[in-house]
């Protein structure tokens, strides 16, 4: 099984700081990575796929990078909406797997 | 674009049967795998299983592999989680995802399983 290991699992930010969240997987997945936002009681919300593809609606300063092993998540500016749970995904093989999660606070 | 809507989760008991249901609506349901993935309180998301678009392929977690069984009618753009013998550790929110890199969701569906 491909174990997804994600860092940090929680941080706290203020309005307009870079923000980096890393995914490191146990083995090779390619680019067959996804991130995605989850705010209390809601749906979670895909923003990036294919490892640095950005999603339709989502705003450009959400960012994606890597392949094989290494993955980030980068909010370059960010903003009080941007309180959130994020979890990476593998898709690349079987049995899928989400990072643990990162819960962004905003200072 | 497709839309999903998740039901049947309700309140049981451990060892009790339940079947989720989602409904597919506004695009070709059988072109599509689909996944369920379950968020339990405080916790991360889990996957749980996915389905391929003719349902003659599924994959399943280890937690609920023997228990779980995913399934799909394309006739009734419609797909299913019959969940058997239930354990408390499966109380979350249950949602169907298109597979497989999760671009749609639906709105979930809760399971409660206690005594």
């Known amino acids: 099984d491909i174990q997804m290991t994600q860092s940090p699992s929680a941080m706290s930010a203020s309005v307009g700081d870079r923000v980096t969240i890393t995914c490191r997987a146990s083995?090779?997945?390619?680019?067959?990575l996804a991130w995605f936002q989850q705010t209390p009681g809601k749906v979670p919300k895909r923003l990036i796929y294919?490892?640095?593809r950005l999603q339709s609606g989502v705003p450009s300063r959400f960012s994606g990078s890597g392949s094989g092993t290494d993955f980030t998540l980068t909010i370059s500016s960010l903003q009080p909406e941007d309180s959130a749970t994020y979890y990476c995904?593998?898709?690349?093989?079987?049995?899928?797997?989400f990072g643990q999660g990162t819960k962004v606070e905003i200072k | 674009e497709v839309q999903l809507l998740a039901s049947g989760g309700r309140l049981v008991q451990p060892g009790e049967s339940l079947r989720l249901s989602c409904a597919a609506s506004?695009?070709?349901?059988?072109?599509?795998?689909m996944t369920w993935v379950r968020h339990a309180p405080g916790k991360g998301l889990e996957w749980v299983s996915d389905?391929?678009?003719?349902?003659?392929?599924?994959y399943y977690a280890d937690s609920v592999k023997g228990r779980f069984t995913i399934s799909r009618d394309n006739s009734k753009n419609t797909l299913y989680l019959q969940m058997n013998s239930l354990r408390v550790e499966d109380t979350a929110v249950y949602y169907c995802?298109?597979?497989?890199?999760?671009?749609?969701w639906g709105q979930g569906t809760t399971v409660t399983v206690s005594s």
């Open positions: 995904l593998q898709h690349s093989s079987y049995p899928r797997t």
């Open positions: 083995q090779g997945i390619s680019t067959s």
């Open positions: 294919a490892a640095s």
């Open positions: 995802a298109r597979c497989c890199a999760l671009d749609v």
């Open positions: 506004g695009s070709t349901f059988s072109s599509f795998a």
């Open positions: 389905i391929s678009d003719s349902g003659g392929s599924t």
